[in-house]
């Protein structure tokens, strides 16, 4: 079964630091593209960071630059997204994805993806809420 699952999502002050991770299962990421999705409430679902299968291309949303990093480590088949100064607009639930690298022309694409082929995948999703 393909699989992604989310974790390290919690309650943290503005200014603080959260580290997300998600485990693939059923597949291998090694051909794949990456990304973090984040929903807020009442608003549509955005990208804020992606990277290549290689670990080489990264994009990042104007908001998140700078505070945001995206890595992988394709041996333990996960994907992490360190965040940094966390401000409280950075509250939601946040998703990877992954899709095969034959399927995205560009990081910023990937980042814009709504949905994903049939070998992609969405993860269940991690609440982060950033809150004095």
């Known amino acids: 079964q393909v699989q992604l699952v989310e974790s390290g999502g919690s309650v943290v002050q503005p200014g603080g630091s959260l580290k997300l991770s998600c485990t693939a299962s059923?597949?291998?990421?090694?051909?794949?593209?990456i990304g973090w999705f984040r929903q807020a409430p009442g608003k549509e679902r955005e990208g804020v960071a992606c990277?290549?299968?290689?670990?080489?291309?990264?994009f990042y949303a104007d908001s998140v630059k700078g505070r945001f990093t995206i890595s992988r480590d394709n041996a333990k088949n996960t994907i992490y997204l360190q965040m940094d100064n966390l401000k409280p607009e950075d509250t939601g639930v946040y998703y990877c994805?992954?899709?095969?690298?034959?399927?995205?022309?560009?990081?910023?694409?990937?980042?814009?993806?709504?949905?994903?082929?049939?070998?992609?995948?969405w993860g269940q999703g991690t609440q982060v809420t950033v809150s004095a």
């Open positions: 059923g597949f291998t990421l090694d051909y794949y593209e």
């Open positions: 990277m290549d299968r290689h670990g080489r291309m990264t």
């Open positions: 994805v992954a899709e095969h690298s034959a399927l995205v022309v560009n990081m910023e694409a990937m980042c814009a993806l709504t949905t994903t082929s049939s070998v992609g995948s």
